[in-house]
């Protein structure tokens, strides 16, 4: 394979007068006396290159004059200054090589605007566009940006299992994973024997690597996990997806006020990355997706969250004078609407609600002293609602085991999970950010199945 330059690196770095050879499609071809112009891409910018192949070249009219949008070149010349207005650069080309041809009467992408629900009719070439290739820029920054904030600040990394037999959420919705024939399950007194499958119990795909990020968090201090997480719930929205990615970090010796810290810290070290490394794609997202885009990520880097209690979001609710599609009352989980309207409303910037019922939330979070409420903690972002979602964990043996019991988890089944209360337990807690809502709040993507490359939805695997 020839090592040639990446064209975001030749239009930032202009080695101008040097022969150079470049790789990538053709976004456009325009023709014209003797000339044929193209526009090429390789991916790495929202610019293209400006080509400019003379018809003297000696596959000219036998392949140059046949090239449209799609087609893969290689275009070998000199980097010259270009005297054409909006580009300081362009090559003058000495030899096109054709790698891939793309029929224009059958390419489905061509070189107007395409709505993005067409666009997830065809995942599979939809990176090649000028949106879908800004936010695929804009996640690989972002992911890159969380390595470095925790690594900076001495976490470690850990990979936790895809595949589980533990439900962490203890909402039941989960992928079952098997490999036991369909047609011809086992079965032992009228259910399913999960004895004789490949695991000799039932497994499932996580939908959180919490658990197990603890234990390592009660051996290495401070840890955290990245990556897949899926969850099988039957929602059509634009803010859910079966299978997304989540970022968990775990710290011992850490309570719900160091969890929050760290948290806001997070969230406003990857906004200030990524305006300062994405704004070519952060312009393109103001002026076609979210013309309130800029002021929306200035405002969170310029303000200290709001933190408030749960008891006082859900009287703040009942004051607003608002008719909410889903009544409000202390007890209840806050829907999309009520957290909208807290953090775009209310106080219109990103706030923290604290001390939920415990009722609501699940089993691993902390009882606090009045013996109703759980040292939880939600991140309300504008635009998006709930973006992080932690607590303090509940370090105590016989209140962890009491709690489950009431949730009626088998405790023989997580008598692992209980051993890190009975030696050496301590305070410890964490938080989970849904990495696709991040994704969204620094694009102002309206739907989360445009931030993702293959969205995984009720009903459709994407391809």
């Known amino acids: 394979m020839e090592k040639t330059p990446r064209i975001k690196t030749i239009l930032t770095e202009k080695p101008l007068n040097r022969d150079i ?3 990538g499609w053709l976004k456009s071809k ?60 362009e090559l003058h080309a000495r030899e096109i090589i054709v790698y891939g041809w793309a029929p224009p009467e059958s390419y489905p992408l061509q070189k107007k605007r395409h709505s993005f629900e067409f666009l997830r009719s065809v995942a599979h070439l939809r990176g090649r566009t000028n949106s879908l290739g800004a936010v695929a820029r804009v996640r690989s920054r972002l992911s890159w940006a969380i390595q470095q904030f925790f690594q900076q600040r001495g976490f470690f990394q850990i990979h936790t299992p895809v595949i589980t ?14 490999s036991l024939d369909l047609q011809q399950l086992p079965l032992a007194n009228g259910a399913v024997d999960f004895s004789r499958d490949f695991f000799g119990r039932p497994a499932s795909l996580t939908v959180s690597g919490q658990l197990e990020a603890e234990a390592y968090a009660l051996a290495l201090g401070n840890v955290y996990t990245f990556g897949p997480t899926f969850r099988a719930e039957n929602s059509n929205t634009s803010r859910h997806l079966a299978e997304f990615w989540m970022l ?32 070519e794609e952060l312009e393109l997202f103001s002026r076609f997706i979210d013309k309130d885009l800029p002021a929306r990520l200035d405002n969170v880097l310029r303000h200290d969250f709001v933190r ?19 009544p409000v009352a202390w007890g209840i989980d806050l829907q999309s609407e009520h957290e909208r309207y807290l953090a775009e409303t209310l106080f219109q910037r990103p706030v923290i609600v604290i001390d939920y019922p415990k009722t609501i939330k699940p089993f691993y979070m902390r009882v606090n002293d009045d013996n109703k409420t759980v040292a939880a903690m939600d991140i309300l972002f504008p635009g998006i609602g709930e973006i992080i979602g932690g607590s303090q964990r509940e370090e105590r043996l016989e209140v962890l085991s009491a709690r489950m019991e009431e949730a009626g988890i088998d405790l023989a089944s997580y008598q692992w999970y209980l051993d890190l209360r009975r030696y050496g337990t301590v305070p410890h807690a964490g938080f989970g950010l849904g990495f696709e809502r ?20 009720p009903g459709s695997t994407a391809m």
């Open 248 to 279: 968990e970090p775990e710290m011992a010796f850490c309570d719900l006020e160091g969890d929050m810290d760290l948290a806001e810290e997070l969230l406003k070290f990857l906004i200030a990355d990524c305006l300062a490394n994405c704004a």
């Open 308 to 326: 408030l209690s749960y008891t006082d979001a859900v009287k703040e609710l009942e004051q607003s004078g608002r008719e909410f599609t889903f």
């Open 21 to 23: 050879c470049v790789q």
């Open 30 to 89: 325009r023709d014209s006396k003797g000339l044929s112009f193209l526009d090429l891409t390789d991916g790495s910018s929202l610019s293209g290159l400006q080509v400019i192949a003379p018809e003297t070249l000696a596959n000219y009219h036998t392949d140059v004059s046949r090239l449209s949008t799609g087609c893969a070149i290689a275009a070998r010349g000199q980097l010259v200054a270009s005297p054409a207005k909006g580009q300081e650069v």
């Open 165 to 178: 037999t533990s439900d962490c959420e203890g909402a039941g919705e989960m992928f079952t994973v098997t």
């Open 438 to 457: 991040m994704i969204q709040f620094a694009t102002g993507m309206a739907n989360i199945r445009d931030v993702i490359a293959f969205p995984r939805t």
